[in-house]
């Protein structure tokens, strides 16, 4: 054969080698391409439309712990970040889950860098023979809510204990000190007066409770704040005869407030009881009142103690007191401001403090005015 003719079949042959090993990459990469798309796990379509309406945070993850679905509830929570959960705790319960197709429940607490810790309950079920649905519920609140609970009933039964504790002491001798009048006198001065302390105690406990869920108010009415005054400085008029202080009242007369007449003499008449309670003898309370033009403003202002700058923020906390070792002898139960503060939030309206430590504190209570309604004309 030629040179020229061996030349020729030897590049046919080539050429015939080199286009089967081109089209046998293409069949190979199209089959590759294909496979996924087959095997690929899939958010069944109702699965998939009730996610998107679906308050909770829900997620589904395939087999592969990547995240095939999610609501957006979930996304805000921080569940998910980027393709994968955020969190390992309930990443494994996931696997568990998928390992052996039982459903779960616990409990998890989930840290997310400058964000405060979240109380969440996981609900974690198989979807399919391939998916895994996990439910979020955030119970944060809930869990803060039972927290401060426990912590008011421990609080209450603690003061309770004190004047309690008294009067049996006090009751005691009474009994063993029959015969001498005057050691009776003294000590039923002494058990009304723990008395009187138990009596207020349970009385705010009571208003507390009605007020701590900081609803709006069902039918407010105008309330006449010179009459709200007048009863505040009426409440507190002997104490503060007893010191003596003077409790004087000003300001803008006629004033009336939206809201509920005995929750804002509640307020105004704690406060005006604080300052009392804590203002050196000879000194004066004075009790003002200022309208805004959607609000009235109702301001307390005393000569007593004072407030450190690292305390202001914690005085409207249950049983919180500025001095406690005082607060014998002032018979506070330190939940006065408690209170203003809870009325305020139902009224709609806030609390301020201004205070310097040893000079005293300004409390303004701000509260909407009744809203006005021009008169209609004759039809």
């Known amino acids: 054969m030629e040179p020229t003719t061996q030349a020729f079949l030897a590049a046919l042959i080539g050429a015939l080698v080199a286009g089967g090993a081109v089209l046998a990459w293409h069949v190979s990469d199209r089959q590759q391409t294909q496979r996924p798309d087959v095997e690929q796990p899939v958010v069944p379509p109702g699965v998939a439309g009730v996610l998107s309406v679906l308050r909770s945070s829900a997620v589904v993850v395939d087999e592969g712990d990547i995240v095939l679905k999610a609501s957006a509830p979930a996304y805000a929570m921080g569940l998910v ?119 207020r105690l349970v009385q705010q406990v009571i208003e507390l409770s009605r007020l701590q869920g900081d609803e709006p108010l069902e039918s407010p009415t105008p309330v006449s704040l010179d009459d709200v005054v007048a009863v505040a400085v009426d409440t507190s008029a002997i104490d503060a005869g007893a010191k003596p202080i003077s409790v004087v009242s000003g300001g803008t007369k006629g004033l009336k407030v939206h809201g509920n007449e005995e929750q ?70 330190g939940l006065g401001l408690s209170i203003v503060k809870h009325v305020a939030a139902t009224h709609g309206g806030e609390v301020r403090v201004w205070s310097v430590e040893g000079q005293g504190s300004t409390f303004t209570l701000t509260l909407p005015r009744p809203t006005t309604h021009p008169q209609e004309g004759p039809a």
């Open 264 to 333: 804002v003499t509640a307020a105004v008449a704690n406060l005006v009881a604080n300052a009392v309670a804590y203002s050196e003898p000879g000194s004066t309370v004075l009790v003002t009142t200022k309208a805004e033009e959607h609000t009235v403003e109702i301001s307390v202002v005393d000569q007593g103690i004072g407030i450190p700058n690292d305390e202001i923020d914690r005085i409207f906390e249950r049983f919180y007191r500025v001095d406690p070792a005082r607060h014998r002898s002032t018979g506070g139960t």
């Open 81 to 199: 970040r980027g393709t994968a959960l955020a969190s390992e705790e309930l990443a494994e319960l996931v696997r568990e889950v998928r390992r052996d197709g039982q459903i779960r429940e616990t409990e998890l607490v989930m840290h997310r860098s400058g964000a405060p810790a979240r109380h969440v309950t996981a609900r974690v079920a198989p979807l399919g023979s391939r998916l895994v649905l996990a439910l979020v519920e955030d119970r944060t609140r809930e869990r803060r809510v039972e927290a401060v609970r426990r912590d008011f009933v421990a609080n209450v039964s603690h003061e309770l204990k004190t004047p309690i504790g008294a009067i049996r002491l006090l009751a005691e001798a009474v009994h063993d000190a029959a015969d001498d009048p005057a050691a009776v006198t003294r000590f039923s001065e002494r058990m009304v007066t723990e008395s009187d302390r138990l009596t």
